[in-house]
């Protein structure tokens, strides 16, 4: 380890989580110190072949034969120069770079799990990525946090290993320490930085922050960093949340669809590039790489899901790739399923409804008949009532007179009624 690279290195601001800030602390004095002179050596890169991970017919050939996957890795504290057996921004993303330029890789697997580092790391990484001809697919595998986050979010997408993987922690921070520039010791020993006339402005955030103003150097350093950091995540991750981006850290399975794209296995992530690399092929490879990876019988287990227009394109890609676990897949069919098993209850209730609704109209008008009925003979009744013998129907005998008794009630009166229409 070169000692000026460290050096380099240190300089703030910092985009890291308290806990890779607080494990670094040790590590970092323990080498200044001369207690660690050995580190371990960090994951190197690899390709994996793309053979076998299509499913194609046998025999038929495939636009990826012999092609690979490179896969390398993001991990521990990120740091723009190499230091301490860990490869640094830089070299990780010349690397991927080189390997970009390889004719045999279809594109790049970048295994993350660090807790950030220092900011100007994330600038080395973004200018790689963004260069980059092939997709690049991030997988998580265990923490993405503050750089790291950062960084990885220029990747075509992120997936993350585990539900309980740390995401987030997207936020700018710096620590400082020394001393005032004066100070005089009790037994008389003087420190002092003397600026020049014209160098008004020389160190003054550092020196206001030792003093216990810290807005200078907030307003200077920290805020711009910060402001640009919010700026490209939401850029890079359109749907995160605001509240997402002021510095907490979440759990993967709290950020699917936001801060990242889905939870899977390494597997998942292979797939995924090549998933990416076949939308690049043209038309007519394009057609037969994606009838290869096209998992159809993974939508035929979820024919409601499938089945329903609102979701159309929304849970499977074209190449039949879902950013969904089975469980979430299993649980959204189910709910559907309910779904339409009430909608058929309720469509049924309605039938009946309506049929009842029907026989209370006809029984109203039925009613509403006879009511008229009956008030035309009541009305008949009182205008005979002063007829000597009672009322004249029109059917009694010539010279015979029919009395009708006043009704007792309502009832007496309705049947009287039907009985005389009847007549």
């Known amino acids: 380890m070169k000692l000026s690279n460290l050096a380099l290195n240190l300089r703030g601001p910092w985009m890291i989580s308290p806990e890779q800030a607080a494990v670094m602390a040790p590590i970092l004095q323990g080498v200044l110190r001369g207690y660690i002179t050995e580190f371990d050596k960090a994951p190197e890169p690899y390709t994996v072949k793309c053979d076998g991970l299509l499913d194609a017919p046998a025999g038929s050939p495939s636009a990826f034969d012999g092609k690979s996957v490179y896969v390398t890795y993001l991990t521990g504290?990120?740091?723009?120069?190499?230091?301490?057996?860990?490869?640094?921004?830089?070299?990780?993303?010349?690397?991927?770079?080189?390997?970009?330029?390889?004719?045999?890789?279809?594109?790049?697997?970048?295994?993350?799990?660090?807790?950030?580092?220092?900011?100007?790391?994330?600038?080395?990484?973004?200018?790689?990525?963004?260069?980059?001809?092939?997709?690049?697919?991030a997988y998580v595998d265990g923490c993405a946090a503050s750089a790291c986050i950062y960084a990885i979010s220029y990747c075509n997408r992120i997936i993350a290993h585990n539900q309980m993987d740390i995401i987030g922690c997207i936020g700018t921070m710096m620590e400082i320490s020394g001393f005032p520039k004066y100070q005089k010791d009790?037994?008389?020993?003087?420190?002092?930085?003397?600026?020049?006339?014209?160098?008004?402005?020389?160190?003054?955030?550092?020196?206001?922050?030792?003093?216990?103003?810290?807005?200078?150097?907030?307003?200077?350093?920290l805020?711009?960093?910060?402001?640009?950091?919010?700026?490209?995540?939401?850029?890079n991750r359109p749907d995160a949340r605001d509240d997402q981006l002021t510095g907490r850290d979440y759990y993967a399975r709290?950020?699917?669809?936001?801060?990242?794209?889905?939870?899977?296995?390494?597997?998942?992530?292979?797939?995924?590039?090549?998933?990416?690399?076949?939308?690049?092929?043209?038309?007519?490879?394009?057609?037969?790489?994606?009838?290869?990876?096209?998992?159809?019988?993974?939508?035929?287990?979820?024919?409601?899901?499938?089945?329903?227009?609102?979701?159309?394109?929304?849970?499977?890609?074209?190449?039949?790739?879902?950013?969904?676990?089975?469980?979430?897949?299993?649980?959204?069919?189910a709910a559907l399923a309910g779904a339409s098993g009430l909608q058929d209850s309720n469509t049924q209730l309605q039938a009946d409804l309506d049929a009842a609704r029907q026989t209370i109209s006809e029984r109203d008008a039925r009613i509403a008949e006879l009511e008229t009925s009956l008030n035309a003979a009541i009305e008949r009744a009182n205008n005979a009532a002063a007829t000597p013998g009672g009322i004249q129907v029109d059917h009694a005998p010539e010279g015979e007179a029919q009395e009708i008794a006043p009704a007792e009630t309502f009832d007496d009166a309705l049947n009287a009624c039907q009985d005389f229409l009847k007549d």
Not at 99 to 123: C, F, K, M, Q, Y
Not at 191 to 220: H, S
Not at 257 to 275: E, M, N, P, R
Request: aromatic share 4%; proline share 5%; hydrophobic share 40%.
């Open 186 to 221: 009790p037994d008389g020993f003087v420190r002092a930085r003397i600026y020049a006339d014209t160098a008004v402005d020389k160190n003054g955030a550092y020196e206001k922050a030792l003093e216990g103003n810290f807005q200078v150097i907030r307003e200077e350093r």
């Open 223 to 235: 805020n711009p960093r910060n402001e640009k950091f919010i700026q490209d995540m939401k850029a």
């Open 77 to 137: 504290t990120m740091l723009k120069h190499d230091s301490c057996g860990t490869p640094g921004a830089r070299t990780i993303g010349n690397k991927l770079l080189e390997a970009d330029a390889d004719p045999e890789i279809i594109g790049h697997i970048l295994v993350a799990d660090s807790g950030g580092g220092s900011a100007n790391a994330v600038d080395e990484l973004a200018d790689a990525i963004t260069r980059l001809q092939k997709p690049i697919v």
């Open 254 to 333: 709290d950020v699917v669809g936001t801060l990242i794209d889905a939870i899977g296995s390494f597997d998942d992530a292979l797939k995924a590039v090549i998933g990416l690399a076949a939308a690049q092929l043209p038309t007519g490879e394009q057609e037969t790489i994606s009838e290869q990876t096209t998992d159809m019988e993974t939508q035929n287990n979820y024919p409601t899901l499938v089945a329903m227009p609102a979701f159309e394109g929304q849970v499977f890609d074209a190449d039949g790739s879902t950013h969904l676990q089975p469980n979430q897949l299993e649980a959204v069919e």
